[in-house]
């Protein structure tokens, strides 16, 4: 059985704060910190890059490429790739693979596998947004969404929803954005994992990674092109915000969907915990807490005291995974203007049968995999002064940078095998909880799942 939640890294990285460690995360102080959606996007980090094989990791430049490709939004890619494979060899379930057109031809492209994921059971029973589109009101995209929509609002009212916002996305002037943001959610939800972390004291459910395989795949065939239909599945707000300078289009799914999206969900917490706990040896709640700590304070928390309730908050969260198994983390959001251009929907296509042909790969030198590992340790080792107690119960704290730059990678790519070397002085932390050999053979799988879509054995060669 795993040990409890070890807080020994919060005392020894903020020794002289207090913090609240019993906040209750769906109470009225935890959803009124102003911090709260900043830490969300860092434990929505955490579970991209650490899921484990096959369960999810960040976009490479070359994903963002794929998927930029059709046309989609750079901003809207799904949160976590995925081997569609691995995926489910670790969690017994198959993801559906995604089909598009290249964006200006009729050349398919099959996407990196991916999932989108939202979050439920925190307090907040809204529904999630699916995804969205922001404009500067500056530009000529944003003065046209302000103009198309106060033709259906005063412009005093800065905001449009219901009936009026889908017929402003519908009209002819907003075609091309409307396109593009029913490309967005097309693509962006080909996959859905919902983390549900029930109330557990009136519910008492248990936190769990809950995945749907096309969770659009019962939409009627003309619910993207008929206002009407849309409208009964989709809500659309049209937002200017003056303060910002931005015009905003947003996508939400209505009850009548989301209920049927839910009903095909499969339930993956069990394995997707095991898997986290054999890969980087800590369960997910200690994992997360490490992480967060590491990152340090936000620079935009000034005070003392909001230090206190940012840091309340991690334990907060970190704790629902110690009563439920999981906790819940909020979508990474991030905008850039995309090429418009024509994409025919009904040349999307979502399949769940398996891949047979993998696309031939280029493998990089053993110098760039070393430098990459090597600059992917340093992100991940906390800093500490040359002499003082250790930062992290589970990883070794940087503080010359000797060991990092010691690391070696060599791989035999015809031989599926990566050995990797580091100065021998630190063999002699291999037996305790700090084990170097799991930092860097976790270290060197994470950089490679990202270049390459086959396993490799990864072994110390010295």
């Excluded at 106060?150 to 519908?170: D, R, T, V, Y």
């Excluded at 890969?279 to 206190?308: C, M, T, Y």
């Excluded at 860097?440 to 490799?456: D, H, M, P, S």
Aim: charged fraction near 25%; avoid cysteine.
């Amino acid at each position: 059985m795993a040990p409890k939640l070890d807080l020994a890294i919060v005392k020894n990285t903020f020794p002289d704060n207090k913090i609240d460690e019993n906040i209750d995360i769906r109470g009225g102080k935890a959803q009124a910190n102003q911090y709260r959606n900043v830490l969300l996007r860092r434990v929505s980090d955490y579970v991209s890059e650490y899921m484990g094989i096959g369960v999810g990791r960040s976009a490479t430049p070359a994903d963002k490429k794929a998927f930029s490709s059709t046309g989609m939004s750079a901003g809207a890619i799904p949160d976590a790739i995925i081997d569609l494979d691995e995926f489910e060899s670790v969690t017994g379930i198959r993801l559906s693979e995604v089909t598009a057109m290249k964006q200006g031809s009729f050349d398919p492209i099959t996407l990196p596998g991916a999932y989108e994921t939202k979050v439920g059971g925190v307090g907040d029973t809204t529904i999630p947004a699916i995804t969205s589109l922001k404009r500067t009101l500056a530009g000529e995209e944003g003065q046209l969404i302000q103009k198309t929509m106060q033709q259906f609002k005063k412009p005093e009212n800065k905001q449009a929803s219901g009936p009026e916002a889908i017929a402003a996305l519908f009209s002819e002037p907003m075609k091309a954005y409307k396109d593009l943001l029913i490309l967005n959610t097309k693509l962006k939800f080909g996959n859905y994992l919902k983390i549900d972390l029930a109330d557990m004291d009136k519910k008492k459910g248990t936190g769990t990674f809950k995945f749907v395989a096309n969770p659009l795949k019962n939409l009627p065939v003309d619910a993207f092109n008929n206002p009407k239909i849309f409208g009964e599945y989709f809500s659309v707000v049209l937002k200017v915000k003056p303060s910002e300078a931005k015009a905003i289009m947003i996508i939400t799914p209505k009850a009548k969907l989301y209920n049927d999206i839910t009903k095909d969900i499969q339930d993956a917490t069990a394995k997707i915990s095991e898997a986290h706990m054999n890969i980087h040896k800590v369960k997910f709640s200690q994992g997360l807490l490490n992480n967060l700590i590491q990152r340090g304070i936000p620079e935009k928390i000034k005070s003392k005291d909001a230090a206190n309730e940012y840091l309340s908050l991690i334990i907060g969260f970190a704790k629902e995974f110690e009563r439920g198994g999981l906790t819940p983390f909020t979508i990474r959001t991030t905008y850039e203007s995309p090429l418009i251009g024509r994409q025919t929907f009904d040349n999307i296509k979502f399949k769940s049968k398996r891949k047979k042909d993998v696309t031939q790969q280029k493998f990089i030198s053993g110098a760039q995999l070393s430098a990459l590992v090597q600059k992917r340790l340093g992100a991940i080792m906390p800093k500490g002064p040359e002499r003082g107690p250790p930062l992290s119960p589970t990883i070794l704290t940087e503080r010359t940078g000797r060991f990092r730059s010691s690391v070696a990678v060599l791989p035999n790519y015809k031989a599926n095998v990566i050995r990797f070397f580091y100065d021998p002085i630190y063999k002699s932390l291999i037996e305790s909880q700090r084990n170097p050999d799991i930092l860097v053979t976790n270290t060197i799988r994470e950089v490679v799942q990202g270049l390459y879509a086959r396993k490799f054995n990864i072994v110390r060669g010295n």
